[in-house]
């Protein structure tokens, strides 16, 4: 697709028009997830869902980095908040994350130093302000913002900032893709890709799940034309049988990707097993600082080794992240679970599917 403008991506005649093909496109019933949590609320926020065929079910993936944090991980940053002389740093969708006893929101509630920040910058000025005091950020994210955490570990050694920490919850999206695939009962006849993520990584970082699993995959950004598009596309692959991994997204996404952030996140990072709620350990699947650079790590600088900890009882988010249940089958959806009272990340997190649910249908 040539389009050029923004405006164009949101062409009520273009939309109409896709519409139509894929409905014409359209004979069996296929289950596409869309793996990114942008991609759900923009599906949401557009209808998408009303106007495809009844065969075609969209589901939302493990692509909102606050719902795929494991619960001892946000036990970590509950801790954080509890220590003397520490002001944690964080971003706002983690604030209401139910922890094993508490939330930052709570701990923030009862006095703990616990700031909302928009980037890595923010926490590191927060540092240079407060040379008395620990400054820990809490680092969730996939490969779109690990770049950025790197250039502010740079950063504090260049500025010689021994007060500032990260603790790294950070995730790798490819590794998911394939664990998802590995998963019993899981049954996905197409990925829709997340935008931005690739933007970094590149096309080719799909590569060997997509060689591997053989399954229809299209890079797609975050516009309705964008998502219509990228659905008829894995429409007409699986009506094909021809699966193929196509960028749809060819306007921000290459495949190689930002070589020069990639080669920052590795200088700083080294790849490691991750948890991932719902999921479990994913080998290969996280990134935690290298040797060198351990003095900015939070979990060693203050021995916070968290053990494993059961998520919330009755809270089905681990499920809808692996597309076996939508938020309308968790017994606690609207009733226990709501975005005042929430029980598990899917209803916190302004890209969880059960609050994109909640809000919009």
Not at 4 to 9: A, F, H, Q, R, V
Not at 139 to 154: N, Q, R
Request: proline fraction near 6%.
């Amino acid at each position: 697709m040539a389009l050029k403008y923004i405006e164009e991506y949101r062409n009520g005649t273009l939309a109409r028009a896709l519409v139509k093909k894929i409905h014409f496109a359209s004979k069996k019933k296929l289950r596409l997830m869309e793996v990114c949590g942008t991609h759900t609320m923009s599906i949401f926020r557009h209808g998408i869902r009303s106007v495809l065929p009844a065969g075609i079910t969209l589901l939302s993936g493990p692509g909102c980095p606050v719902c795929v944090t494991a619960q001892k991980d946000i036990d970590a940053f509950v801790e954080f908040a509890r220590l003397d002389n520490v002001i944690v740093t964080t971003f706002g969708d983690l604030i209401k994350v139910p922890g094993s006893s508490s939330t930052l929101g709570k701990e923030k509630a009862e006095g703990a130093d616990v700031r909302i920040v928009y980037s890595v910058f923010d926490a590191i000025n927060i540092a240079r302000e407060n040379k008395n005091k620990e400054v820990v950020f809490c680092a969730v994210g996939f490969e779109t913002t690990i770049p950025t955490i790197a250039a502010g570990i740079l950063m504090g050694i260049k500025e010689k900032l021994d007060n500032f920490s990260i603790y790294s919850a950070n995730k790798l999206t490819p590794p998911a893709l394939a664990a998802l695939m590995e998963t019993d009962g899981v049954k996905i006849d197409g990925f829709i890709l997340p935008g931005h993520v690739s933007v970094i990584t590149g096309t080719n970082a799909y590569r060997e799940t997509f060689e591997k699993y053989n399954i229809p995959s299209v890079i797609a950004g975050f516009e309705p034309i964008d998502i219509l598009h990228a659905v008829l596309l894995l429409i007409q692959q699986n009506e094909k049988e021809k699966p193929d991994l196509e960028n749809a997204y060819p306007r921000a996404v290459s495949d190689a990707g930002n070589i020069k952030a990639k080669k920052i996140m590795n200088k700083v990072f080294k790849v490691c097993n991750a948890s991932w709620r719902g999921i479990g350990e994913i080998p290969l699947s996280g990134m935690n600082l290298k040797k060198e650079y351990q003095k900015f790590d939070a979990a060693i600088k203050f021995g916070m080794d968290m053990p494993d900890a059961p998520e919330p009882k009755g809270c089905a988010c681990g499920k809808i992240l692996l597309g076996l249940k939508t938020p309308y089958e968790c017994a606690l959806y609207k009733k226990k679970c709501t975005p005042m009272t929430p029980v598990g990340p899917c209803m916190v997190s302004s890209e969880g599917s059960c609050a994109a649910f909640y809000r919009y249908s």
